[in-house]
């Protein structure tokens, strides 16, 4: 079974760049499948981020668009997510997680990675 | 964007009861494409029924899943006690896929 691993700072400034990776295990990433992100806050609960395709090809919630890039490194069999600019309004726990289509259903997750942005 | 409203927002049974949760959406959910996941604390959300009626693998099935367009259901038929968690549905029809706040099943 695919399994996922969240990795990267859990406490960032206003302003600055949260960086994220995701070691997969047990799959190529440069197989198939999409590889995505999602976000748990107690303020707007579960949300998309954003996911890749085996082949790069990038897809974005329209909320986020401009702050967000995800990105694939098969040499490695990880993905990542930079959002930039970052406030309070982004501390959350993050999950990366794979699907069978950019924003489909989420058949395996990450355990997670608490966020926490403060000055 | 459609907006699920799940409900009710806590359900207190006992272990051996049927639970019924709720799952209501904006607009009509193309192709029935609807999801809802188990969450335990710390821990992240578990899959349990896709396209409005699918188990997924290895789900047991005390889990189903019914509905159409835009009222969803999920029945737990007899809880068991690893069954109390929140429930999500999730729709994946419309991009960008949105879920719902969550239904919490507590023991009574």
């Known amino acids: 079974q695919v399994q996922l691993q969240e990795s990267g700072p859990g406490l960032l400034k206003p302003s600055e760049t949260l960086s994220l990776s995701c070691t997969v295990s047990?799959?190529?990433?440069?197989?198939?499948?999409?590889w995505g992100w999602i976000r748990q806050s107690p303020r707007k609960g579960l949300e998309w981020i954003g996911s890749?395709?085996?082949?790069?090809?990038?897809f974005y919630n329209p909320s986020l668009k401009s702050r967000v890039t995800v990105s694939l490194d098969t040499s490695k069999n990880q993905f990542s997510l930079k959002l930039t600019s970052v406030t309070a309004a982004d501390s959350a726990v993050y999950y990366c997680?794979?699907?069978?289509?950019?924003?489909?259903?989420?058949?395996?997750w990450g355990q997670g990675t608490l966020v926490t942005v403060s000055s | 964007e459609i907006v699920l409203t799940q409900s009710p927002g806590t359900l207190s049974l006992s272990p051996g009861e049927r639970a019924t949760l709720s799952c209501r959406a904006s607009?009509?959910?193309?192709?029935?494409?609807l999801a809802w996941y188990q969450q335990k604390p710390g821990q992240a959300p578990r899959l349990l029924i896709y396209?409005?009626?699918s188990r997924a693998t290895g789900i047991p099935d005390r889990f189903s899943g019914s509905g159409s367009e835009t009222d969803f259901t999920l029945t737990i038929s007899r809880l068991e006690p690893e069954d109390f968690a929140i429930y999500y549905c999730?729709?994946?029809?419309?991009?960008?896929?949105?879920f719902g706040q969550g239904t919490k099943v507590d023991i009574k």
């Open positions: 607009q009509n959910v193309r192709n029935n494409y």
């Open positions: 999730q729709q994946y029809g419309r991009s960008p896929c949105s």
């Open positions: 890749i395709s085996h082949r790069g090809t990038t």
């Open positions: 047990n799959y190529s990433i440069g197989s198939g499948y999409y």
């Open positions: 997680a794979t699907s069978d289509f950019y924003d489909s259903r989420i058949d395996y």
């Open positions: 396209g409005a009626s």
